[in-house]
């Protein structure tokens, strides 16, 4: 009987967080499979950023049923000037400075920020994430009785995404190579050392025996 409840919990927990995997330019991300979308393609601004929206619905016919999701990717040609830290700061402010967030996590190792906001008596959970070419914006819309549901479903979103490229700022890539040059130098030393004292050591042997 107790195995038949655990196989049972076991169906049930896989159907809740079943998921489907969504592909946008040069990034993969999941959102449960409950959920269906369309994408507007290459659509451009009148500068030079690439810009392409999706929207995703539970029922693209009934726009009143909840919860939905809908995404924009941003395609930055001049990208990693700044640290992530500074950068996802920079974009949440865009909408911050209108409409104070009920809470704004930024995880600068991991690239990305993750904002809650109620507006209109629904609950908006807004991710952005950076990579290495551009960065993705994810709004997951639903209603605030559902917010520990929707704050499950938020968190699996944002481990699924996937850049095929890190987002590595100017100061992160500099670090790097400073860190790469600081070990072959160490690297050099010890060499030079062991070629410097090896003749020495051996004839102190020598003389030993």
């Known amino acids: 009987m107790n195995k038949n409840i655990t196989i049972l919990i076991i169906i049930l927990s896989n159907s809740l967080f079943a998921q489907k995997q969504v592909e946008l330019r040069d990034l993969i991300f999941s959102v449960p499979s409950e959920f269906n979308y369309f994408t507007e ?22 726009l009143e049923k909840f919860p939905k999701i809908q995404y924009q990717y941003y395609e930055m040609p001049e990208f990693g ?13 865009i909408m911050t400075k209108d409409i104070n967030a009920d809470t704004l996590i930024i995880k600068e190792s991991g690239n990305y920020s993750l904002a809650k906001y109620s507006i209109m008596g629904k609950s908006l959970f807004e991710i952005k994430s950076l990579g290495k070419k551009g960065w993705i914006n994810i709004q997951y819309f639903d209603l605030p009785n559902n917010d520990r549901k929707s704050f499950q479903a938020i968190t699996v979103i944002i481990n699924s995404i996937k850049h095929k490229q890190p987002y590595e700022s100017e100061y992160d890539s500099h670090m790097k190579e400073s860190g790469a040059l600081s070990k072959s130098a160490l690297i050099f030393l010890f060499i030079g050392l062991l070629l410097f004292l090896a003749p020495k050591l051996i004839k102190k042997l020598k003389n030993i025996h």
Not at 81 to 93: C, G, H, I, P, Y
């Open 41 to 62: 393609q290459n659509r451009k601004f009148e500068y030079e950023n690439f810009h392409e929206i999706g929207k995703i619905y539970t029922d693209s016919i009934d």
């Open 81 to 93: 000037l700044e640290s992530s830290q500074k950068v996802l700061t920079s974009l949440n402010e």
